[in-house]
């Protein structure tokens, strides 16, 4: 990589820090094994039919158990699962193989992916396509069941490279 590629993707990156992602824990068990990461690139491609892109690096360890499973879960994080998100994208110094022990964990009863309790919600597919592109390979998945938590209002977010929640509107008249 020459000097000028590389300070462009430093820029890149930093400028990509200034968006607002959503925070989301893909997780993914079959003969493959079971396994999860915590990314914020995913990203709604169409709703008929509901279709999810994902954006993963190439060098990630879920990524062959990703393939061979083909299924996966997609758990939209709430503000209170930080924690979550920090076990999953191995900022904390708990193994990728204790991870699902430290939250209360469930297996849809059609999928049996695992999705976590108290997210805002759970979007179960399977991979229909990918492709890689520079760094990361890009994962079409078909959206085939999806649980929304009512309960919860208030999602998790990455941001400057720190986490945020989501605010509340506050709507005393013409709120939409």
Same mark, same amino acid.
């Given at each position: ?5 590389? +300070? =462009? ?10 968006? +607002?992602?959503? %925070?989301?824990?893909? @997780? =993914?068990?079959? #003969?493959? !094994? ?5 990314? =914020?690139? %995913? @990203? $709604?491609?169409?709703? =008929? ?10 060098? +990630? ?12 879960? %997609?758990?939209i994080?709430a ?7 920090? #076990? /999953?994208?191995?900022?904390? $110094? ?5 991870? /699902? ?6 297996k849809? #009863? ?23 592109? !520079?760094? #990361?390979?890009v /994962? ?18 990455? /941001?400057?490279?720190?986490? +945020? ?8 008249? !013409?709120? %939409?």
């Open positions: 990589m020459n000097q000028s590629s590389s +300070a =462009t993707a430093l820029q890149y990156r930093e400028a990509m820090s200034k968006v +607002a992602a959503a %925070v989301h824990v893909v @997780t =993914t068990e079959g #003969h493959a !094994g079971r396994y999860g990461i915590t990314l =914020t690139a %995913v @990203t $709604s491609v169409t709703d =008929t039919p509901p279709t999810l892109l994902l954006c993963i690096n190439r060098n +990630a360890r879920i990524q062959p158990i990703l393939r061979a499973n083909g299924q996966l879960c %997609v758990n994080l503000a209170s699962q930080q924690d979550v998100a920090e #076990h /999953f994208a191995g900022m904390t $110094s708990i193994p990728a193989t204790e991870r /699902f022990l430290q939250n209360e964990w469930q849809h #009863h059609h999928t049996t992916q695992p999705q976590l309790v108290g997210a805002l919600a759970h979007l179960h597919g399977r991979i229909i396509d990918s492709h890689d592109m !520079g760094s #990361h390979s /994962f079409y998945v078909a959206i085939e069941h999806i649980n929304i938590n009512a309960q919860e209002n208030q999602g998790l977010l990455y /941001f400057q490279r720190q986490f +945020a929640q989501t605010a509340t509107p506050i709507c005393e008249t !013409g709120c %939409v």
